[in-house]
Nanobody, 116 residues
Framework: QVQFVESGGGLVQPGGSLRLSCAVSGISIGIYYMAWFRQAPEKQRELVAGFSSGGNIDYANSVKGRFTISRDNAKNTVYLQMNSLKPEDTAVYYC??????????WGQGTQVTVSS
């Protein structure tokens, strides 16, 4: 059974930084394209950052230059470094495979709130 456990969220002022972590069990992240998603209130879940073929990494236009996805295969953990945070980054953040499978339950996510 695949599990995603996100952590590291919190309340931060605009311009601040946070580092999210996602501990994955049940699969080896080294053989899958992993990604971070987010869902703001009354909005659909969207892709924030994700690994793709050829060693590439894709970012949503709204976070390019501010967010960085990384992974530690030995720890089976995916990270999202978020800098220069803006109020519009407020959302619940989730990690999953780049193309989520219906058989995998989403984690509980981690709340990020950017507010002064």
């Amino acid at each position: 059974q695949v599990q995603f456990v996100e952590s590291g969220g919190g309340l931060v002022q605009p311009g601040g930084s946070l580092r999210l972590s996602c501990a994955v069990s049940g699969i080896s992240i080294g053989i899958y394209y992993m990604a971070w998603f987010r869902q703001a209130p009354e909005k659909q879940r969207e892709l924030v950052a994700g690994f793709s073929s050829g060693g590439n990494i894709d970012y949503a236009n709204s976070v390019k230059g501010r967010f960085t996805i990384s992974r530690d295969n030995a720890k089976n953990t995916v990270y999202l470094q978020m800098n220069s945070l803006k109020p519009e980054d407020t959302a619940v953040y989730y990690c999953n495979r780049r193309v989520p499978r219906e058989t995998d339950a989403w984690g509980q996510g981690t709340q990020v709130t950017v507010s002064s």
